[in-house]
């Protein structure tokens, strides 16, 4: 009996274990999901959940194309022998810290592209009711970029350029920008399987942008002023790049109070409220600011806010 104790409090003496457990009392997640809740890498999670399993504390069940993972039924039952272990760690999974917090935001943001998803998740309850099959919103994106006219666009700060393949099925040419050179690559090779040839690639920094002056008609800055020591400096780089008439398109997030994304993402900034947003477009020379509110869910920590600009 102590044996097989001890090997149990063992097991549950690892901190990724324990937000693991924690994450799945809150939610059934797939491989995928948990590594993007924990920030472990994939391998790291299937190894802590094949420990879990053994130790009978996790169930995997198949659905959809995959193995999905929560706690198992001997260890969720309130009368069971690990009932009272179960019943500690749920207080304790209470307890608000800097890492729980984090943890509880990208599990929301996992939720939300859930939900986005319409394609791979069921909707239960009140929301069965809208589900449509062949409903998504990368088609509604596509669809809407049929009734805009051949232009040039930067989408500056691109990343891995999911937003830059997007732009490029409508517009004449996309310049993407960005200072890694690892996600411009993948971002050139997503493309090139896409067979996208209307993209070019370029190392820079959103502050100093390597584009001509007045060579662009929009320009997309998509969660990057966050990324941005001098935010006013990039929407002015993009207010030079515009020609007279063109407009700038700002995604970003709403001021908020998660600090560690500063020191796991890089952020320089917690957002910004609509009106310093509206006070950055205007101050960089823009006409017509407009910031709106582009999602928000209850309980998500993260708002996006919506902006444009005309030069």
Not at 20 to 49: C, F, I, P, Y
Not at 96 to 120: G, I, P, Q
Not at 193 to 218: Q, Y
Request: charge should be positive; include cysteine; glycine fraction near 8%.
């Amino acid at each position: 009996m102590y044996v097989e104790t001890a090997s149990l409090l063992r097991l549950l003496g690892d901190p990724t274990r324990l937000r693991l457990l924690r994450a799945l009392a809150a939610e059934s997640l797939n491989v995928s999901e948990l590594t993007a809740v924990l920030g472990v890498a994939q391998s790291g999670v299937s190894r802590h959940l094949g420990l879990l399993k053994d130790a009978g504390l996790v169930k995997e069940e198949r659905a959809g194309g995959f193995s999905w993972y929560r706690p198992s039924d001997g260890f969720a039952a309130r009368d069971g022998a690990l009932a009272p272990l179960a019943a500690w760690l749920s207080e304790e999974f209470k307890r608000s810290t800097h890492e729980t917090r984090a943890d509880d935001a990208r599990l929301e943001e996992v939720r939300r592209l859930r939900k986005e998803n319409f394609s791979a998740h069921a909707l239960a309850g009140e929301e069965r009711r809208q589900l449509v099959p062949g409903r998504s919103w990368p088609a509604w994106s596509r669809a809407l970029g049929l009734l805009l006219p051949e232009l040039d666009v930067a989408d500056i700060g691109c990343g891995e350029g999911y937003l830059t393949l997007e732009a490029a099925r409508w517009a004449r040419h996309v310049t993407a920008v960005d200072r890694a050179k690892d996600v411009l690559d993948r971002g050139r090779e997503l493309a090139r399987r896409r067979k996208l040839k209307n993209i070019t690639w370029k190392r820079g920094d959103i502050e100093r942008v390597p584009i001509a002056d007045r060579s662009m008609d929009v320009v997309l800055l998509s969660q990057a002023l966050h990324h941005a020591e001098q935010p006013g400096r990039a929407l002015a780089e993009a207010f030079r790049i515009l020609r007279p008439g063109g407009r700038v398109v700002v995604l970003d997030l709403r001021e908020h109070e998660e600090t560690w994304v500063k020191a796991r993402l890089g952020d320089k900034w917690l957002g910004f409220s609509e009106e310093h947003l509206r006070q950055l477009i205007h101050d960089a020379g823009f006409s017509k600011p407009t910031v709106r509110v582009g999602t928000r869910r209850q309980a998500d920590p993260f708002t996006v806010l919506v902006a444009a600009g005309t030069k």
